[in-house]
């Protein structure tokens, strides 16, 4: 029978189909098939040691159905999910969910998903790798620990919805301790002195009476005039004048945290939907020979290249640009982030000649633009450097010193493919010891700057630094900090609420080692060790389980509640009771203080916003459960809505909709112009009994192929009749 590969992705799955005949048959796990359950902690812990109590949920319990039944009909099953430590898992879990052994099935991986990259796979399969899973579940239980332990107290103590986790948390504090450091900042002030000399030469004092001028030496308006009004006077020769060849190396291909980088200082796009599209790049796409992955794996630290690659673009480069864009040997480069896995590959283009100018007829407008950057990245990394000149003048007088700089240049190199903007900054010829003329010196005003917020990629670029996450985790970590509220995205700058403060504010008194970059890197490093064999998984919990469940129980009693209940000298106007300020998590909001016997709310606008309408009462009466009906405002507008919500969800619009002078086709009633999130339709008045609907207006008039109601509406820039069933249309005559 068939040979059954598994992957993660239903269009990983049809791009390896495509490639490999009828004995293969290729299924998609459509990700994780197990986890631990979502609504308890999931984790039994006796003796020491930490077992996870895996469930496949009910969005995947078809799926390992089918799995199941196409194992027992194949000869061979190979798992063929990702190739670092989740894939490693999702494979781990799909052979658990089918009754398999995980270390028996044959394991393939790849870079990229080629043809001949999955038939080379197919031809070297391998184990898998139970040292990465273990890596994978410890990192999994830790997240889970934390999240489950300490989040519900911190909603305790503060509000509702609140939750910190290992990573998030120390990715949070970079961001309010950088907040905190704006917060604090005081401006100081500080001079430059500038001189303009013939022809058009600016140029910087750099010495003024034997002493070396820095950024910060001027620091008081009166002390700069006084130099100012000495300089003038002076007469300046040309002292040196100073030449030098400098090299610009080219930059190494893409990892997962640069092409993050590079994507939203390029293109903006947020690192999120950079993965989102490396995804589809990577997994499959139109191509002029048919539907294949044009970029290798995106999830990588590593900027290893492999050498039929490197090969490959010394080729393309000799042959698009010549011989002296090409270096001696090929380039290599080493990844510097901690605990990098030099064993994959940095991200680049599978395919030479799928040139971007090629591409443009197969992708979508921002797959084309993400795939250039990678394309032209990846062609750079094996080009020669680019060569400038660099001038430096010294200008000296009596009293002082100025420096004019200039650059050019010589030799463009890489910058062939991802071009160069800057625009050469020339100096004319001057000879050292002949006059030169002063024809302008101006002292300005200068204050420090505090430093600036983070944005998504600095973010990224900072946790990448300090070994926090690892490239799968860089862009959910800030997702889920600004889908929790926690930080909001104005002119791409990263900012903290307030609950952010609060939050950071607790854990750094009460929870330090959750905050401190330095505890999280070590545990990613400790990670990376039980994958490497070293650390013994079960161990790596065990010791930061029992400390930590002893700082949640300490700060159960000792953590003050935040948590506001202010009266607001207003009584509840269903029940009576007193209403009180309180704090959630959209912020404040007044409710009833005999929650949760009544669950009576207000909303309270937030700054800059106006007040929501309070609903207004009618004398009508709901006609599916009695209680009175209320004018309420929507996105639309007033509408009428039950007031016993969310109990009777009825809603009527508040004036009666529009009647056509057609009738309903099927029944008829009568035709009502309705509105709604999608627009205008018309439907019959016998709804639900009668489920007629038109997107277009029904006229008076006959389809003369079928009989059937025709609407009118405009077609290609016209105005036709339509009919509703068959779509037989004829031109409105005038």
């Not at 401006?187 to 013939?198: K, N, Q, R, V």
Request: proline letters at 6%; aromatic letters at 8%; glycine letters at 6%.
């Amino acid at each position: 029978m068939k040979n059954l590969i598994i992957v993660e992705s239903p269009a990983k799955a049809r791009t390896i189909k495509n490639f490999l005949g009828k004995d293969y048959e290729v299924v998609a796990s459509k990700g994780h098939i197990r986890d631990l359950p979502k609504h308890s902690f999931g984790i039994k812990i006796e003796e020491g040691r930490f077992e996870p109590q895996y469930r496949v949920d009910k969005d995947h319990s078809a799926i390992v159905k089918q799995i199941k039944e196409l194992a027992k009909k194949s000869d061979k099953v190979y798992i063929a999910t990702d190739e670092d430590r989740e894939g490693e898992a999702i494979g781990y879990h799909i052979a658990k969910a089918i009754g398999k052994d995980p270390e028996a099935l044959p394991r393939i991986v790849f870079h990229e998903i080629t043809q001949s990259a999955i038939r080379h796979a197919l031809e070297n399969p391998r184990k898998i790798d139970m040292d990465q899973v273990n890596a994978q579940q410890a990192r999994r239980l830790l997240d889970r620990i934390v999240g489950y332990k300490l989040s519900p107290l911190l909603a305790s103590k503060i509000q509702k919805g609140l939750s910190a986790g290992r990573v998030q948390s120390a990715a949070l504090k970079i961001v309010v301790d950088r907040e905190r450091e704006i917060q604090a900042f005081k401006p100081e002030e500080y001079w430059s002195i500038d001189a303009l000399f013939a022809p058009s030469v600016e140029a910087s004092l750099v010495e003024f009476g034997g002493k070396k001028i820095e950024k910060m030496t001027i620091r008081e308006a009166k002390e700069a005039h006084a130099i100012e009004t000495a300089l003038k006077s002076d007469r300046y020769i040309v002292e040196k004048i100073e030449t030098r060849s400098r090299k610009t190396s080219s930059p190494p291909p893409f990892m997962t945290s640069t092409l993050q980088q590079s994507a939203s200082g390029r293109l903006g796009f947020s690192p999120k939907k950079t993965m989102m599209i490396a995804q589809k790049l990577y997994e499959g796409v139109a191509t002029d020979k048919g539907q294949m992955g044009v970029i290798t794996y995106m999830r990588t630290d590593s900027l290893n290249i492999a050498k039929e690659a490197q090969e490959a673009a010394r080729e393309a480069i000799l042959e698009r640009f010549g011989e002296k864009y090409l270096p001696p040997k090929p380039k290599r480069y080493a990844s510097k982030a901690k605990g990098a896995q030099e064993a994959h590959e940095a991200i680049r283009p599978t395919r030479l000649d799928f040139t971007p100018d090629l591409a443009a007829k197969y992708l979508a407008p921002d797959e084309l633009k993400l795939y250039r950057l990678i394309y032209n990245r990846f062609l750079a990394s094996q080009m020669r450097d680019a060569v400038f000149e660099s001038q430096t003048i010294l200008f000296a007088g009596e009293h002082g010193r100025f420096k004019a700089t200039g650059r050019k240049l010589v030799f463009d190199g890489f910058y062939k493919v991802m071009g160069y903007d800057e625009k050469d900054k020339l100096l004319p010829e001057y000879k050292e010891g002949q006059e030169a003329t002063l024809e302008k010196v101006e002292a300005h005003q200068h204050f420090t700057e505090p430093p600036p917020r983070y944005t998504e990629a600095s973010l990224i670029k900072k946790l990448e630094s300090l070994g926090i996450g690892r490239p799968s985790t860089y862009a959910p970590t800030i997702s889920l900090l600004v889908s929790r509220e926690y930080l909001k995205i104005e002119k791409r700058q990263l900012i903290p609420t307030p609950i952010a403060f609060t939050v950071i504010e607790i854990l750094e008194k009460h929870f330090p080692e959750i905050v401190d970059t330095g505890f999280t890197a070590a545990m990613e490093e400790k990670l990376d060790e039980v994958a490497e064999r070293k650390v013994d998984w079960q161990k790596l919990l065990l010791e930061f389980y029992e400390p930590f469940i002893e700082k949640v129980e300490k700060g159960k009693k000792e953590i003050k509640s935040l948590k506001k209940a202010e009266p607001i000298g207003r009584n509840c106007p269903e029940c009576g009771s007193e209403l009180l300020l309180r704090s959630g998590r959209y912020g404040d909001f007044i409710a009833c203080s005999n929650y949760p016997k009544c669950k009576y709310t207000e909303n309270i606008a937030k700054e800059g916003e106006e007040a929501k309408p309070q609903p207004q009462a009618t004398d009508e009466v709901c006609d599916k459960c009695g209680a009175p009906m209320v004018v309420k405002t929507g996105r639309r507008g007033p509408f009428l809505a039950c007031s016993a919500y969310p109990k009777c969800k009825n809603a009527k619009p508040l004036e009666k909709p529009k009647a056509l002078a057609v009738k309903c086709p099927e029944c008829g009633g009568d035709l009502l112009e309705r509105h709604s999130r999608r627009g205008r339709f018309f439907g019959c008045a016998n709804y639900p009994k009668c489920t007629f609907i038109s997107k277009f207006e029904p006229v008076d008039r006959k389809c003369p192929e079928c009989g059937y109601l025709m609407a009118r509406r405009t077609f290609r820039g016209k105005d036709v009749y339509e009919c509703i069933k068959c779509k037989h249309r004829q031109e409105v005559e005038e």
